[in-house]
């Protein structure tokens, strides 16, 4: 079964407009992250935002905020005023505990493209 | 700070070759992780290990071999490459969850079997 899913493949959105990219998981240990990466088309994996499972408030970087709903195993990134820098492949990750060993697993991305 | 530092960048195997991808951190982290990254798709785990002489199996081991002898260091060995090994390969490290939740990237190997 998928850990991390991203079920938007592809998103267009205009410039200064906010934008949700969507991600749900699926886990059944009670302590795990979860995080968002940014890979502009230069191929680096740039960390944006972290949000624990036991962390009560929503985690918000600057523009990027995590839109977090635990009973629903949601954690969708919201971009606010959009730039055209911001046009990437989008991933969403999991940090989970399994027999110990700290595991980081991906989802499949969304590929994020602001028009001016 | 160099982070993760993986070599080559770029490679052009024949089917059959066999190589090792380097990597190196410099931040003390216990736990390394390979991964590969098929065009238009996500990561996939390939291995991963949470300290020296502890490697264990991900999503994709098949064709793929590791070892953990320092901290520091965290090789992939490709034995008899083939065109479905054609990727793009990133290694990553992190500390426990107490230390700083964020896993570190290598700037990734661009590697080609043909």
């Known amino acids: 079964a998928q850990k991390i899913t991203q079920t938007q493949p592809g998103m267009f959105v205009q410039e200064k407009e906010a934008v949700t990219l969507d991600c749900t998981y699926d886990?059944?240990?009670?302590?795990?992250?979860l995080f968002w990466y940014k890979q502009p088309s230069s191929g680096e994996m740039i960390f944006l935002i972290y949000q624990g499972s036991y962390d009560q408030q929503n985690a918000t970087e600057g523009r990027y905020s995590l839109n977090f709903q635990k009973a629903r195993k949601s954690a969708n990134l919201v971009i606010s005023a959009s730039q055209l820098g911001d046009s990437a492949m989008y991933f969403c990750?999991?940090?989970?505990?399994?027999?110990?060993?700290?595991?980081?697993?991906f989802g499949q991305g969304t590929r994020l493209t602001i028009n001016p | 700070n160099a982070g993760v530092t993986q070599t080559p960048k770029f490679r052009i195997l024949k089917i059959g070759q066999s190589m090792t991808l380097q990597c190196t951190q410099d931040?003390?982290?216990?736990?390394m992780y390979w991964y590969r990254q098929d065009p238009g798709m996500g990561l996939k785990l390939i291995y991963y290990?949470?300290?020296?002489?502890?490697?264990d199996k991900g999503e994709v081991p098949n064709g793929y071999n590791v070892s953990r002898s320092t901290t520091e260091d965290f090789p992939l060995r490709l034995e008899l490459a083939a065109p479905s090994q054609t990727s793009v390969y990133f290694c990553?490290?992190?500390?426990?969850?107490?230390?700083?939740?964020?896993?570190?990237f290598g700037q990734g190997t661009r590697l080609t079997v043909v």
């Open positions: 990553a490290s992190s500390a426990p969850n107490q230390q700083g939740p964020e896993a570190f």
């Open positions: 990750a999991m940090r989970e505990i399994i027999q110990g060993a700290q595991k980081l697993v």
């Open positions: 931040m003390n982290h216990n736990y």
């Open positions: 886990t059944s240990d009670p302590s795990y992250g």
């Open positions: 290990s949470v300290g020296a002489g502890i490697t």
